[in-house]
């Protein structure tokens, strides 16, 4: 199975790819302009098309007490219109933490700050979709 993970922001959105459903890779960041969720959905629906997933796990950035605040609103709806438009499954996951993670990773790593920007909505994508590959016992 291939296996899409997203972690959607307001102006950036983290794409990670699974070819095996056993790790997560990087896979691209989808820039748009602030809020242009539009742009941003012509895009995924796009790499959805060529690497043809069969599931997209799409990060939930509820509030640390659980609550569904404005942001997990706008990828609650996002991953409607995704599914509806791709025919693919999208699975919410719960993302609380994982900018940080990714961000810890590329410190560990010792990627300068200008090449941590670049990357670190793609490595949160990643800890997304890999928590969700580990999850389902891979």
């Known amino acids: 199975m291939i296996f899409l993970g997203l972690d959607l922001g307001s102006v950036t959105c983290g794409v990670s790819l699974s070819m095996t459903g056993m790790i997560a890779e ?5 820039r748009f302009k602030p809020d242009d969720y539009d742009t941003c959905l012509d895009r995924i629906l796009e790499i959805v098309e060529k690497e043809k997933p069969d599931e997209i796990v799409l990060g939930l950035p509820l509030h ?3 609550d569904v605040g404005e942001r ?3 990828c609650l709806e996002f991953g409607r219109v995704l599914e509806q438009e791709s025919g693919v499954r999208v699975i919410m996951r719960d993302e609380r933490q994982t900018t940080m993670d990714a961000e810890a990773i590329l410190l560990e790593a010792d990627v300068s700050r200008k090449k941590r920007k670049k990357v670190i909505d793609q490595m949160a994508a ?6 969700y590959l580990d999850s389902r016992g891979n």
């Open 26 to 30: 990087t896979y691209c960041t989808v």
């Open 64 to 66: 640390m007490n659980g």
């Open 72 to 74: 997990a609103e706008i």
């Open 126 to 131: 990643v800890q997304i979709l890999q928590g």
